[in-house]
């Protein structure tokens, strides 16, 4: 199959198909005359790499692609998975206990704002569970409305 045809299978656009060529990232690709001939295994290649980016991996982080038919390009790419996947749990971890600190935030907001008092560092430390945490900006502006009394947007 020729370029345009393999970027509409792949929904990629045939200037990103010869980037990936250039990259290395398509293995040596047939020609016949000037044209270049893909394959189905192009095609596999192709959604992978699209797949890859659109989980955020770097065309720099694919290069071991082309030998992705071995057990070593195979070994590869399960290892850049694996990293991805604990750089996203630390990501995670981080991202929930800054969830944690805002929820903490906006409790002593609320508690701030029972008792008439000014936000200031330990001006209103009373006793007093942390709020649940706000998981949408709806939730947010709802308990912001509704709790500091003022209009939500």
Not at 21 to 46: F, H, K, P, Q, W
Not at 53 to 76: N, Y
Not at 96 to 117: F, K, N, P, S, V
Request: glycine share 8%.
């Amino acid at each position: 199959m020729r370029i345009g045809e393999l970027a509409h299978r792949t929904g990629a656009t045939p200037k990103a198909v010869r980037l990936y060529e250039s990259r290395g990232l398509l293995g040596t690709v047939a020609r016949a005359g000037s044209y270049r001939r893909y394959s189905g295994a192009d095609v596999a290649r192709v959604q992978m790499i699209r797949r890859a980016q659109a989980l955020g991996f770097r065309l720099s982080e694919l290069q071991g692609l082309p030998d992705i038919d071995t057990a070593d390009g195979w070994e590869r790419v399960a290892r850049l998975v694996a990293d991805r996947r604990a750089a996203v749990a630390q990501e995670l971890a981080r991202l929930t206990a800054l969830d944690t600190m805002l929820a903490e935030l906006q409790a002593e907001l609320h508690r701030c704002d029972a008792q008439g008092l000014p936000v200031a560092p330990d001006a209103c430390a009373a006793a007093g569970a942390v709020a649940p945490p706000v998981r949408n900006p709806a939730q947010f502006h709802a308990a912001a409305a509704t709790d500091l009394k003022i209009a939500a947007p």
